[in-house]
């Protein structure tokens, strides 16, 4: 298994150069009927993380299960090199689940990343499966402005590349920015991501990661693979 506590950064950069010659934007799924998303969550100032990977049937964003884990993590938060600190313990979680998505989500960048290899590629090459990223904050490229209205759409270029979209999920609120990060074309990950977008800012697999983790670090849920047996009202409101 995985684990970056002693690499450098110097030693990190090293490990992107080489993974991103892996990266292929090439799509690698014919029929899509599952998808997953993996988050992170953490007590600030310790080294324990929080990790959480949910199964949804596609396109109709139905809870089917859910991978937690429990583990630890001394590589810093440093932008750019999210992967090292968060992808170990999701590879656990991945481990965890029975049967595979078709495709993976990660709550970070795909190649709309400074060396072409966010999180999402990170965690796609190491799988050898196909993720897109789906980040709340810009980290590399320019798009111009896009509509105000939910489904808008902007290209993000860096030195006349096409790396990724800004994309409006709701009306008037602020974009995510969605880019590929292994086996999946630049223009397939806005195609595939779309049928999450619901009602929130926050595409469905990457909201109720996020809220499964959160409920996790708050002992509200245990550790190991679960079937969606919560109650619903736990979502409402969420």
Known sequence: MYNYDSTSITE????????RNKVSLVT????ITTIAAGDISHNKDTDIVYAGIVVLSYPEMKLLSYSLVLAKTTFP???GYLGFREVPALLQAWEQL???PDLMILDGQ???HPRRIGIASHFGVLTNHPAIGCAKNMLYGNYSPLGLEKFSTSPIISQNEHLGYAVRTKDNVKPVYISPGHKVSVE???KFMKPCILK???PEPTRLAHEKVNLFRVGKLKEGFHTNDIQPDLFSGV
């Open 77 to 79: 938060y440093v932008p």
């Open 188 to 190: 397939d990950s806005l």
């Open 28 to 31: 690698d799924i014919e029929n």
């Open 200 to 202: 929130h800012r926050i």
């Open 98 to 100: 029975p049967e595979k």
């Open 110 to 112: 795909g190649v709309t």
């Open 12 to 19: 990190a950069t090293e490990i992107q150069n080489y993974l």
